[in-house]
């Protein structure tokens, strides 16, 4: 089964470092990625996807298809970053239905 | 506009017991998905619905669970004889079609006791 993985379920800095949230899938071919985040107490919501090639709220991910990866990055993190996030791939089918990794909290302290 | 709307927002249960989850898409919208968000599991996929095609239920985890989608719109998630491990978030979201971006619910939080 495809899978998207995200090595860590709790990542903390200090406000104004760079954070780098890791998502690795397995697929052969070339996939459709989301990040999506979740901040406090509201819905999930789409970050950025990597064919529209977007920076949103300083964050950019990069697809490299050579480590199956597509890792979340900011350089300069702000407190108001801190939120739940998940990277997920579209499925290769009708559906589109998505796979989700298993979420990384970003807790970016003062 | 308005986003995706769910009810209830929590749904409390007795093992045994049927429950019916509600969604409501963005106007518009012609696809429609089920997901559920659970400790143990995470966020999986469950149903999707698109315009009045046949629904793909390959993310069903039993045959408990069935859900409907009447003129297109408004979806049903159904439950019976919930188990303990039907506990979670179950989010529905909406997209224009085929690869186009979801959108979120807010959830429904069931709890079976």
């Known amino acids: 089964a495809q899978r998207v993985t995200q090595p860590e379920k709790l990542l903390s800095v200090f406000k104004g470092a760079p954070v780098e949230l890791k998502c690795n899938y397995s697929?052969?071919?070339?996939?459709?990625l989301f990040w999506y985040v979740q901040y406090s107490r509201q819905r999930l919501q789409l970050l950025l996807r990597h064919i529209s090639r977007e920076s949103i709220k300083g964050f950019t991910a990069d697809l490299n298809k050579g480590e199956t990866s597509f890792h979340l990055k900011k350089p300069f993190a702000q407190e108001e970053d801190s939120a739940m996030y998940y990277c997920?791939?579209?499925?290769?089918?009708?559906?589109?239905?998505?796979?989700f990794g298993g979420g990384t909290r970003l807790m970016v302290k003062p | 506009g308005a986003g995706v709307s769910q009810s209830p927002s929590n749904k409390v249960t007795e093992k045994g017991k049927d429950v019916e989850l509600r969604c409501d898409p963005i106007?518009?919208?012609?696809?429609l998905y089920w997901y559920r968000q659970s400790l143990g599991q995470g966020l999986e996929f469950l149903i999707y619905?698109?315009?009045?095609?046949?629904?793909?239920k390959s993310g069903l985890p039993s045959d408990r669970f069935s859900a409907e989608r009447t003129g297109g719109s408004v979806s049903t998630l159904t439950i019976q004889r919930t188990q303990q491990e039907d506990s979670a978030v179950y989010l529905c979201a909406s997209s224009f079609g085929h690869g186009e971006t979801q959108y979120f619910g807010p959830g429904t939080r069931l709890l079976v006791l």
């Open positions: 106007s518009g919208h012609t696809a």
């Open positions: 697929y052969s071919g070339s996939p459709e």
């Open positions: 619905f698109q315009g009045n095609s046949a629904p793909d």
């Open positions: 997920a791939k579209g499925e290769d089918n009708a559906g589109n239905m998505l796979t």
